[in-house]
């Protein structure tokens, strides 16, 4: 399985400002997502980050509020900006072999609150 | 696209009792469905998966069933302990392509009395 590391793990935020978190993980893989998961709620599917290219965006997510990277086959980015308090949830990195293994593993989450 | 249902939203049995938590899919494509365990503050945790070629699928205490024809699936958590307490996710996806995503059930919260 692989490791998965999230970075920063929660952090408090001004509206109107920007937060850049990191996922590293620790092998190559074909496929990485981000997720938002709101307090008490299951996970959402913000996109798919695809190696060298433009990440695929699921209905109700757009690149201007949540640009993504995805410099290499173990590193991504995912930025909230603009936030605001609607944007305080849970941020979450999942990565798979996607067509070779599909088991997807995730990071432990970064807790953003927006005040 | 996929619809997850999962039953029920909140479990609530005695320690030692079994478990079990249904899910159904919408997309007959969907070949692929796993669990996963997410304890408070942590990251969901992959506990077992099934994909449509196999009816059934254990590891330990753990088990899985899945009906292609009736498109559900469910967990069955047997001998359970205070520490099996989590929020419990099924998910769907159609593995083997480029657009491989997994679409989830609300979960499930299990709590197991001592």
């Known amino acids: 399985s692989a490791v998965i590391s999230q970075k920063p793990s929660r952090d408090i935020c001004q509206r109107g400002t920007s937060l850049t978190i990191q996922c590293q993980v620790d092998s190559q893989v074909t496929m990485m997502f981000w997720y938002r998961q709101q307090p008490g709620q299951s996970l959402t599917l913000i996109a798919t980050a695809n190696q060298g290219s433009e990440a695929t965006y699921e209905s109700g997510f757009v690149i201007d509020k949540f640009p993504i990277s995805r410099p290499n086959l173990t590193f991504s980015t995912l930025t909230v900006s603009n936030m605001s308090p609607e944007d305080s949830s849970i941020y979450l990195c999942?990565?798979?072999?996607?067509?070779?293994?599909?088991?997807?593993?995730f990071g432990q989450g970064t807790r953003l609150t927006v005040v | 696209g996929e619809n997850v249902e999962q039953h029920p939203s909140t479990l609530s049995v005695q320690e030692g009792d079994s478990a079990v938590i249904k899910c159904t899919y919408s997309d007959s494509a969907s070949n692929y469905f796993p669990w996963y365990k997410q304890e408070l503050g942590k990251g969901p945790q992959l506990i077992i998966d099934?994909?449509?070629?196999?009816g059934e699928k254990k590891d330990q205490r753990i088990a899985v069933t899945l009906n292609k024809t009736a498109k559900h699936f469910s967990l069955h958590i047997t001998e359970t302990q205070p520490e099996d307490s989590a929020v419990y996710f099924c998910a769907a996806a159609m593995s083997g392509g480029s657009n491989y995503k997994l679409t989830f059930g609300k979960g499930t919260l299990l709590t197991v009395n001592p």
């Open positions: 099934i994909r449509s070629n196999v």
């Open positions: 999942s990565a798979s072999q996607g067509m070779r293994d599909t088991e997807a593993f």
